[in-house]
């Protein structure tokens, strides 16, 4: 007896002690013994083999098919299919593709550029009709969609650097599908508030069953842990394995994608998907402190990455500090800059000329940055008039064992795209036709058969013509700044791959955009939560206009070090995923 009082009161005291001291300490950081204190963990280091994605099934899926034999090509297909069955809302097959590859054969970085194009039958004064009084075309419903570019490009890739059957790297997304996965908990929220905004707009969307039967359950978003099937796209993956890319722009899907335009309003027709073809483009580059980074050129926005490091290289960023006033004010200065020639120049390279070499020259960056004032934020910058005289997606990349490496990116644009789900096909069309200016004479203006300003963007480095970091940053307009702020953490800040990625971030809205609006206040700065009051209360002081609230993506990367020949693998604390090798 004596001794279960004993234990009464010494329970009592230890689950006041719990209540008075623990509970208070909830939602703190712990502290590491090694590394900084914001990381969620450390690099994933292994010799073999490394695959990061945004979510763990599919980064699973990727290493089992380099187990089977499989090159990182064929890893990076299985875990990006797999990736449209179990987080649909930010990817699939409905979307565009582009990659950056690393060839160890051939010594050599190769780009493909796997964007849809719209309608050809549909000029810009026949959009505008139907758009009467609209300045932009709607974000949602039938007018939105564009021809999806992936499917195409899993193939041009798989052709070049695969060597497993097509067959094989959709098993995994067909299992998962018809068995069903469990929803995390980063996808289970974008899930719902992407169901919300979609609501909200259903008058524009029109048909919006499809959507309904196809990604709720029971009439509600998947929770936390809930398991989730989508037996439709097992169905169309299984006639992909079958068919070939000529299933999805030729055959059976074609012509059911062609039934649901027509009833819809969509103006794709089976012309325009039988037309689709991916481009091998050349990657371009700048050297940024004895790194070469290099990105896609446009249609998409990579090169405004390289726009920002020449402008950031003539400041002495790591003796300003990392995240100070004066480092966050350079480097979103920096962005307003760079985001004005976006804005103008960036297009379709068939449709408009776009001087890449001037805007990614050093020449260049020297004359734009004698427009930052270290002591006020811009709130209207214009574009320069001489140099033509002179959310959402996933990112994944993968390494093999013979030091091939793919870094790839695939989205629907905005959540589940235009909103709209072909019948019985269980993916939704994305949205990728809304990135079009309506202004004549613009470089980004709608025309028939022309590719819109895509903002999803593979990022690759090499040192000393070695690779030496595969990565990318998901989220829209947030690209860029990831690239740049993610670069200058390696770089100048001497962080780990992992640090990089989990340190705190900021990120500007509000320039002038490819659509045809123009920044006229300087627009909003959001900053993470690691950002110190010292330091916001100094940007404020300079004139930027401060929000804690936005998206600042989401990271992946391998870091190869070429001397131990080790991968290092990391994937951010602001999703799901996770990387992990052998």
């Known amino acids: 007896m004596f001794l279960r009082k004993s234990f009464t009161v010494s329970s009592a005291c230890t689950f006041l002690f719990f209540l008075l001291v623990c509970l208070p300490s909830f939602g703190q950081k712990g502290d590491r013994i090694s590394g900084s204190n914001f990381v969620s963990r450390s690099p994933v280091l292994a010799t073999q083999a490394m695959v990061a994605s945004s979510h763990p099934l599919a980064t699973m899926a990727g290493l089992d098919i380099l187990k089977q034999g499989g090159t990182a090509m064929d890893a990076a297909i299985a875990a990006n299919a797999l990736l449209g069955v179990i987080e649909p809302n930010n990817c699939g097959i409905g979307g565009d593709l582009f990659a950056l590859v690393w060839s160890a054969k051939d010594q050599k970085l190769y780009g493909l550029n796997a964007s849809g194009r719209s309608a050809q039958g549909h000029t810009l004064d026949m959009l505008k009709r139907q758009l009467k009084d609209q300045e932009q075309i709607p974000l949602y419903g039938p007018l939105s969609v564009s021809v999806p570019g992936a499917v195409d490009g899993w193939f041009t890739l798989h052709q070049r650097f695969g060597k ?159 995240n100070s006033a004066d480092y966050l004010h350079v480097l979103i200065e920096a962005k307003k ?95 990728r036709g809304t990135s079009f200016s309506l202004k004549p004479g613009h470089a980004n203006v709608y025309a028939p058969g022309k590719r819109p300003f895509n903002t999803i963007i593979p990022g690759f480095v090499l040192k000393e013509g070695k690779p030496f970091l595969s990565f990318g940053v998901m989220g829209g307009a947030m690209q860029p700044q990831g690239h740049l702020q993610v670069l200058c953490n390696i770089i100048d800040f001497g962080m780990n791959v992992q640090e990089a990625g989990d340190a705190a971030r900021f990120s500007h809205s509000g320039s002038s955009e490819p659509i045809g609006t123009m920044m006229s206040d300087g627009g909003k700065v959001a900053v993470e939560s690691g950002i110190s009051m010292e330091t916001r209360k100094e940007l404020e002081k300079r004139g930027h206009r401060l929000t804690d609230k936005d998206f600042f993506g989401g990271y992946q990367a391998i870091l190869i070090d070429s001397v131990q020949r080790v991968y290092h693998g990391a994937s951010e604390m602001r999703k799901d995923g996770q990387a992990a090798g052998f």
Not at 226 to 249: Q, V
């Open 164 to 322: 497993l059957p097509m067959a094989s790297l959709l098993a995994p997304g067909i299992r998962y599908a018809r068995q069903g996965a469990p929803v995390p908990e980063v996808i289970a929220y974008s899930w719902s508030e992407a169901y919300k905004r979609l609501s909200a707009s259903e008058a524009v969307i029109k048909e919006f069953e499809n959507f309904r039967k196809t990604f709720l359950i029971n009439g509600h978003t998947p929770q936390e842990g809930e398991l989730f099937k989508n037996p439709d796209l097992a169905s169309t993956y299984e006639k992909i394995a079958l068919g070939g890319r000529d299933a999805f722009y030729k055959g059976e899907i074609a012509a059911t994608i062609d039934a649901y335009a027509q009833r819809t309003g969509m103006l794709l027709r089976k012309e325009d998907l039988m037309a689709t073809r991916s481009t091998w483009v050349e990657p371009v580059s700048t050297n940024y402190r004895g790194y070469e980074v290099y990105e896609l050129p446009p249609n998409g926005q990579g090169i405004s990455v390289l726009q920002m490091l020449n402008l950031v290289e003539g400041y002495d960023l790591k003796k300003m500090g990392h």
């Open 337 to 431: 800059l760079a985001f004005e020639d976006r804005a103008r120049y960036y297009a379709d390279p068939e449709f408009a000329r776009i001087p890449v070499t001037r805007l990614i020259s050093k020449a260049y960056a020297d004359e734009r940055r004698k427009l930052i004032s270290l002591t006020s934020a811009s709130q209207k910058i214009d574009p320069s008039e001489s140099i033509l005289k002179a959310g959402d997606t996933v990112y994944l990349t993968v390494a093999d064992s013979e030091g091939n490496i793919v870094s790839l990116i695939q989205s629907n644009m905005l959540e589940f795209g235009s909103g709209m789900v072909p019948d019985g096909l269980g993916f939704p069309l994305h949205n």
